[in-house]
């Protein structure tokens, strides 16, 4: 699956945050968008959020709904990572 990493833009109230969300999660490939660290004192944590996609979904048009989203400051797909590889 694949995650979008997206940040609202500064002074985005709570309550237009929960509707966004609603909104990213409504797009067609989205299957839940949600905050990364809800519960974190800081603001600047509180305010990175993620879309995770569906395993058929077309990645590059969700990002680019998102990014056009007016409450959103930058939206990317994070690299993936392989695994570390076992010494042998």
């Not at 609603?22 to 968008?33: F, H, T």
């Not at 879309?51 to 680019?64: D, I």
């Amino acid at each position: 699956m694949t995650d979008i990493l997206f940040t609202i833009r500064a002074g985005v109230s709570v309550e237009e945050r929960e509707r966004l969300l609603i909104r990213i999660q409504a797009i067609p490939g989205v299957e839940l968008a949600a905050p990364v660290k809800r519960d974190s004192s800081s603001e600047a944590l509180r305010r990175i959020h993620f879309a995770r996609l569906t395993r058929h979904s077309e990645a590059t048009g969700c990002l680019s709904a998102i990014r056009g989203m007016p409450e959103v400051e930058e939206a990317n797909i994070p690299a993936r990572r392989s695994g570390a590889k076992p010494f042998q």
